[in-house]
Nanobody
């Protein structure tokens, strides 16, 4: 079993900040990329940020300069610090963890999502 659990979502006013956290646990080993997607109502899911095992990062153009992704390899956790939030950031944010289980090809494992709502 692999569990991926997000936390930290909530309601915030435009210009505010939130930090999302995600923890992977269970029978996963050799965790590779970790990251965040989001999906707003009526829109397709989009990549927000990704961080490699070695710490290389990539961001969606829409969040560059405002969001920061980080990870703690020992704890198998990934974080998303969101600042200068805008109403268009409102979405369900999903954490994913790419890794291996014994005898299973590398796969993506997903959290249940956490709601971020930014009011204007």
């Amino acid at each position: 079993q692999v569990q991926v659990v997000e936390s930290g979502g909530g309601l915030v006013q435009a210009g505010g900040s939130l930090r999302l956290s995600c923890a992977a646990s269970g029978s996963i080993f050799s965790v590779n990329d970790m990251g965040w997607y989001r999906q707003a109502p009526g829109k397709e899911r989009e990549l927000v940020a990704v961080i490699s095992r070695g710490g290389n990062t990539n961001y969606a153009d829409s969040v560059k300069g405002r969001f920061t992704i980080s990870r703690d390899n020992a704890k198998r956790m990934v974080f998303l610090q969101m600042s200068s939030l805008k109403p268009e950031d409102t979405a369900v944010y999903y954490c994913y963890v790419r890794g291996r289980r014994l005898g299973v090809p590398e796969s993506n494992y997903w959290g249940q999502g956490t709601q971020v709502t930014v009011s204007s």
